[in-house]
Structures are given as C-alpha cells and as structure tokens.
C-alpha cells in the first residue's frame, strides 16, 4: 500500500511540473519550488527525468539573480506531434501538429473526393509525404485524425450522417486502412472549435462557434468544453432556416445558412481559392464587393438567431473565419440593426486559431490524450 501511496505522490508531482513547465516559457528550479511547494531533490529528479525522456531540455541560463545563474528549462513542443487530416469535396489538407496544437507543417493538395480504396490510398501517400517532406521522426506521432464534413457516433470511429460527401456508414477501419499509425474521425466543426478553445486563454467559459468553411457548421461550448447533444447533432447552426423557400441545401431542404455563407459561395468566382477572393475584394472588384455585402447579411441573420437562442460570445471561424477581423465592423454594424436586447454587437468575435483548423483540431485528440499521461 505504501509503495502504492510514493507512486502516486510520484506522478502527481511529475505531473504538476510538467504542466507547470508547459503552461510557461521558460523556468527555473527554484521557480518549481517556489509555485509548487516542492522540495529541491524532488524538482531536481522529475526535471532530469523528463530530460532524458526527451520531454523538456535545458535552454541557458537566469541573469541578474544576484548570485549563480540558474539553469532554466522549456517543454520540448516537438517530443511528439500528432497529424490531421481535413477532407473536402476537392482538397485534402494535412497539418502536423506539436504538443501546443501549433502547425509546424502542412500541405494543401487538389484531390476530388470518392468513396473508393484509390481516394483511402491517397490519403496515406499524404500522411507519408507531408512526414518525408519535413523529415519528421515516425517515433514520435501520436495518430492521425480526420476531420470530416458529416456526423460521427459517440465512439467516434463511424459517419452516421454525411450528404456532403456520401461518407455516412464508413469508419476508422475504412481511412486507416493505408495510414500506419493509430486513426479518429472527428466532425470539422467539432475539430475547428476544439482547437480554438486550446489555443487561446478564455475569458469566458460558454459561447458558440460558427465555422464558414466549404460547408456551414456550428459547436456550442460549455465550461469549455464541446456540448455534443444527445445525438451529436448540436450546433448545426448550417442547417437554420434563414430564407423560408430559399436556396437549395445539401441536406434537402430550401433555405439554409449553408448555401448562403460556405465558403464556397465566395471561392465561385476565384477558382476556389479564398485568398484570392479576399485579394479581389481589397482590390475594390466589384462583383466580389456584391457578394460579400450579400454573405455578411446572410450571415449576420444566422448569427442574430444564435444571440436571441444562446445569449453568449459568438465566434466566427473556419475558412472564412481566418480572414474576416479585418470586416467584423462591418458585421457589426449590421447586427446592430437586429440587435433586441444589446446595445451593441461586441459578443462576435473572429477566431484566434487561422491555421488549417479544421485539420489541427481532428488531430488535438492524441495531443491532449498523451498531455494527460505524462
């Protein structure tokens, strides 16, 4: 029992100095001692340990201590990295991630989606190429997540609704047929908004992300973490009822958000490219001018709804997301029109995470999952 009782005191205080060390840039011994209250042979031995492991290593030295210079120490970000995957009608992008959630790599290819074992081979010639390319050591990835523009169950590991690509009934087994590590399925907006609650210091634990990437999907979060519903199908907010009769959607009915503000409603005239719009429409080119008036008052509809439902921050993210701080006044200025109980619009905010979140988010699960072992 006893030996029970020293091992658990043993990784507990592994554990703190760790996510202490992880959660700062850079410190000492004598920082360990003093925030956790640990003696300096504890420190000492943990922070040798985890040297060894390669986890964390020394990177120079305290100045102005008005003695000897203390020896600091930074968590290794690249000790383990972790691969995602976001699947599209007409690309797959992949992401290497490291240990917090930053892309250290990444490649975009132009290749149509079909349910077929050539399209599942694709995708693990990229996994291999992006990890030859940037001369990645295989040891240390984690897995590989796949971020997918359909509903998953709550194992994660099958589609259970998937119009946009025909993928409803496939599985793990289906995407990691030619992918040599371990592999998740994990829904885009889900894996937008997971990644966006881990990178940034939330000044409020509720709120509810919209992501705008070639299809509309939404994630309410709470106390910081993604509400899923009883049947994993809550936040799609792409699938409100904005224009009764409207526009056709994927999903069968008229007059969703999707049609109105995925992506691919501004990429119709740059080639699917949305740097490129965004490039014409700083230009002053007016049919780009036209289109996106028209998007935000589709989109400040949608988000307005979401206000009156949820009354909480509003984020918007994903493709679109990346580029639109630079127009959220414009947004804002719209929503104050519609506004029934604020006296402004500050509660949308753009996204903090712009860099392939999707792909990121799908791969944070083996992150997180291997944090919390250490």
């Known amino acids: 029992m006893k030996l029970t009782v020293n091992n658990k005191i043993r990784k507990t205080n592994r554990s703190q100095i760790f996510k202490l060390l992880y959660k700062n840039d850079s410190l000492s011994k004598r920082d360990f001692q003093l925030q956790l209250g640990l003696s300096l042979p504890t420190v000492t031995q943990h922070l040798t340990d985890l040297l060894e492991e390669g986890l964390i290593y020394s990177n120079g030295y305290m100045t102005n201590t008005g003695g000897r210079n203390a020896l600091t120490y930074s968590v290794a970000n690249d000790a383990r990295l972790a691969i995602g995957l976001d699947v599209t009608r007409h690309h797959i992008t992949a992401v290497v991630i490291n240990l917090h959630g930053l892309v250290v790599a990444q490649l975009r290819v132009r290749f149509t989606y079909e349910r077929t074992k050539a399209y599942l081979q694709h995708l693990g010639e990229i996994v291999h190429q992006i990890i030859s390319e940037n001369s990645i050591d295989r040891s240390r990835i984690l897995g590989v997540g796949i971020g997918l523009p359909g509903l998953t169950n709550a194992s994660y590991d099958r589609v259970v609704y998937g119009k946009i690509l025909d993928i409803e009934g496939t599985t793990t087994e289906d995407y990691s047929q030619y992918i040599d590590f371990p592999v998740r399925i994990i829904n885009d907006a ?185």
């Open 190 to 374: 889900n894996a937008a908004c997971n990644i966006e609650l881990y990178s940034i210091d939330n000044t409020t634990s509720n709120g509810f992300y919209i992501m705008l990437s070639n299809n509309v999907g939404g994630a309410i979060f709470i106390n910081n973490a993604v509400y899923t519903g009883d049947d994993f199908r809550s936040g799609e907010i792409g699938h409100l009822n904005i224009h009764p009769g409207g526009l056709q959607c994927y999903c069968g009915q008229r007059g969703c958000v999707d049609p109105y503000c995925s992506a691919t409603v501004l990429t119709a005239i740059s080639d699917g490219n949305l740097n490129q719009f965004f490039e014409l429409l700083d230009q002053g080119d007016a049919t780009a001018r036209s289109i996106w008036s028209a998007y935000l008052q589709h989109l400040a509809l949608a988000v307005r709804n979401v206000r009156i439902l949820f009354d909480c921050p509003i984020i918007i993210g994903g493709y679109v997301g990346a580029y639109i701080d630079k127009y959220l006044n414009e947004l804002k200025e719209i929503l104050d029109g519609y506004n029934s109980f604020d006296k402004n619009s500050d509660y949308v905010v753009a996204c903090k995470y712009k860099t392939e979140s999707i792909a990121a988010g799908a791969a944070l699960s083996f992150i997180k999952e291997f944090l919390s072992t250490i």
